[in-house]
């Protein structure tokens, strides 16, 4: 599928527009969203970044060495207290959308590897939506799958999860189309 040609079927986004709800190109691009996730990988490079440490660490060490001209009162704690609360409550929301976007583009490079090799199981596609119980099944089946690999020692074999199939809640390669 040509990534310019629109999707055939239905795409799935939250309601807020950030991000799609599962690993399915989304052609729809609001204005906002786009801005925000610029503004949101811009914040989140620098706020990582060794200059914006130094400057947190002096502000801290400025602040700390003004207690004592203010009696180590309680307006001097609070003035950090609500400046840190502040920028780190600001800050989950941007790194969240940061996150949001390097995790959806991993399960799409992920997709696309398995895709593409012909001896993975495309019903591994998409298994982020499974809920928590399921994916502790498959986690389960790798697990055995390294114990037999342990057994069989020097002997090389190749497996998949269609030999044992995936827990009943697993998407399908191919979903049903209505």
Known sequence: MNISEPP????????????????????????LATTFDRFAAMVTRWGGSPFAFCLALGTVLVWA??????????????IINTGTTVM?????????????????????????????????????IGIEQLDEQDLRE??????RLAERSEAAGPNKEAH???????????PSANPPQG
Not at 65 to 78: C, I, K, M, R, T
Request: some cysteine.
């Open 138 to 143: 498959v986690a389960t089946f790798y697990t």
């Open 160 to 170: 998949s999860i269609d030999e044992e199939g995936m827990p009943a809640q697993a």
């Open 8 to 31: 055939t079927q239905a795409v799935a986004t939250d309601p807020l527009g950030s991000m799609p709800m599962a690993s399915v190109p989304y052609a729809s691009h609001s204005r």
């Open 88 to 124: 780190i409550f600001l800050m989950v929301f941007l790194i969240q959308q940061s996150q949001n976007k390097d995790s959806e583009a991993i399960h799409l490079k992920l997709n696309e590897l398995l895709a593409a090799n012909c001896h993975a199981s495309n019903r591994m």
């Open 65 to 78: 060495a003004s207690g004592p001209v203010f009696d180590y009162s309680e307006n001097w704690q609070l």
